[in-house]
């Protein structure tokens, strides 16, 4: 079996595609309810997330192929359609608030004048192009954008430092255990991320250390993102929940900003760039997932998968509120189980079926 990735595309992946797409929306969303301990809120999902993705790592280092087609070898077909068909529906969930979120950020931030509502459509031709191609394009991907993406934390952090407050984020703990962990559940949308990881299993080529690697690269990709929401917080302090999005508004105020021009721009746009790439990866592995399920070509499969998306922007953008609604304080469940525990629980019990396979093999031999 040709292996798709390397460690070093795994690596890549979480420290430069995967903690951007959380620079938007996410930190004033999870500021209404947990006001300074924001950060508090995403250590919570970022510790779920290694944790999750630490286990099934040790589980399955040794797996010979991929996540889905081992569930189907050690539990049936049937259990295997129906894993890749719930994964499916979580990875379509999962494109909502991302897709309009950045959505909204280029046509509110970008634009002078109002766009056309057909502006955004165009980037549903990257994301279908994404799709057709099969998994050595994520590696791809996480190489070309890694600089890109490096450049534009180096930028914004650099602009943003010298105006964060970071005494407001005292005292620890002031909004409670209970607020605290509201705010990670409404932020479930934009974590989650050992979901991805399943589709990693026994598909990269495996060298020394290769978990300590990604272990470390989860845990860059986790600070970034805790680092940035002290940094936004810091600025903002308590009206830090009316700022839609972060991503502009983080260095907007910085005291070279305003002696000169709005040069922030360059890391905007790096990672903006790269959120793009961000935003295409759900579809991409529902597009994967449904190829399990029904036995058609790839391009008509992802167009199947971009076009419910497509319709939401296009026809019920006025009832987005609703639908955010219910991603966030609903669906945040579903992503819990099946981003998080069911892929953890699933992992230890397909380790003790393959030990016991193993001990009956020598036991025969």
């Given at each position: 079996?040709?292996?798709?990735?390397?460690?070093?595309?795994?690596?890549?992946?979480?420290?430069?595609?995967?903690?951007?797409?959380?620079f938007?929306?996410?930190?004033s969303l999870?500021?209404e309810?947990?006001?300074?301990d924001?950060?508090?809120?995403v250590?919570?999902?970022c510790?779920?997330?290694?944790?999750?993705?630490?286990?099934?790592?040790?589980?399955?280092?040794?797996?010979?192929?991929?996540?889905?087609?081992?569930?189907?070898r050690?539990?049936?077909?049937?259990?295997?359609?129906?894993?890749?068909a719930?994964?499916?529906?979580?990875?379509?969930?999962?494109?909502?608030?991302p897709?309009?979120?950045?959505?909204?950020?280029?046509?509110?931030?970008?634009?002078?004048?109002s766009p056309?509502?057909?502006?955004?459509?165009?980037?549903?031709?990257l994301?279908?192009?994404?799709?057709?191609?099969?998994?050595?394009?994520?590696?791809?991907?996480?190489?070309?954008?890694?600089?890109?993406?490096?450049?534009?934390?180096a930028?914004?952090?650099a602009?943003?430092?010298?105006?964060?407050?970071?005494?407001?984020?005292?005292?620890?703990g002031?909004?409670?255990?209970?607020?605290?962990?509201?705010?990670?559940?409404?932020?479930?949308?934009?974590?989650?991320?050992?979901?991805y990881?399943?589709?990693?299993?026994?598909?990269?080529?495996?060298?020394?250390?290769?978990?300590?690697k990604?272990?470390?690269?989860?845990?860059v990709?986790a600070?970034?993102?805790?680092?940035?929401c002290?940094?936004?917080?810091?600025?903002?302090?308590?009206?830090?929940?009316?700022?839609r999005f972060?991503?502009?508004?983080i260095?907007?105020?910085?005291?070279?900003?305003?002696?000169?021009?709005?040069f922030?721009y360059?890391?905007?746009?790096?990672?903006?760039?790269?959120?793009?790439?961000?935003l295409?990866?759900?579809?991409?592995?529902a597009?994967?997932?449904?190829?399990?399920?029904?036995?058609?070509?790839?391009?008509?499969?992802?167009?199947?998968?971009?076009?419910?998306?497509?319709?939401?922007?296009?026809?019920?953008?006025?009832?987005?509120?609703?639908?955010?609604?219910?991603?966030?304080q609903?669906?945040s469940?579903f992503?819990i189980?099946?981003?998080?525990?069911?892929?953890?629980?699933?992992?230890?019990?397909?380790?003790?079926?393959?030990?016991?396979?193993?001990?009956?093999?020598?036991?025969?031999?």
């Open positions: 079996m040709i292996k798709a990735l390397k460690t070093r595309q795994i690596c890549f992946f979480y420290i430069a595609i995967l903690p951007v797409i959380k938007f929306m996410m930190p999870v500021c309810t947990a006001g300074e924001l950060w508090i809120s250590l919570i999902n510790l779920f997330d290694f944790t999750a993705i630490f286990i099934v790592y040790l589980c399955l280092k040794d797996a010979d192929c991929d996540f889905f087609t081992l569930i189907e050690l539990f049936g077909k049937a259990f295997a359609k129906t894993v890749a719930i994964y499916a529906v979580f990875f379509l969930l999962k494109t909502v608030m897709l309009n979120e950045v959505k909204d950020y280029v046509e509110m931030t970008l634009y002078i004048t056309n509502i057909f502006t955004f459509m165009p980037v549903f031709a994301v279908i192009f994404v799709c057709i191609h099969h998994m050595r394009v994520i590696g791809r991907i996480a190489d070309g954008v890694l600089i890109v993406a490096l450049i534009g934390y930028f914004m952090f602009l943003a430092l010298p105006n964060t407050d970071f005494e407001a984020l005292l005292p620890v002031a909004r409670g255990a209970k607020n605290i962990l509201q705010g990670s559940y409404v932020s479930q949308p934009w974590f989650n991320d050992c979901a990881f399943l589709f990693f299993t026994g598909n990269h080529v495996k060298g020394k250390k290769d978990g300590l990604i272990f470390a690269s989860v845990a990709s600070v970034i993102v805790i680092f940035f002290m940094l936004f917080y810091g600025t903002f302090t308590s009206i830090a929940f009316r700022q972060a991503l502009t508004e260095s907007k105020y910085t005291t070279v900003i305003n002696n000169t021009e709005r922030d360059i890391p905007i746009f790096a990672l903006l760039f790269t959120a793009v790439f961000s295409a990866l759900p579809f991409y592995f597009t994967d997932l449904f190829l399990r399920l029904l036995p058609v070509k790839r391009n008509l499969a992802a167009i199947i998968i971009s076009l419910p998306s497509a319709i939401l922007l296009l026809f019920f953008e006025e009832y987005f509120a609703t639908i955010e609604t219910f991603i966030t609903i669906a469940g992503f189980l099946f981003g998080t525990i069911f892929p953890a629980v699933l992992a230890v019990v397909m380790k003790i079926r393959l030990n016991k396979e193993n001990k009956l093999e020598i036991q025969r031999g």
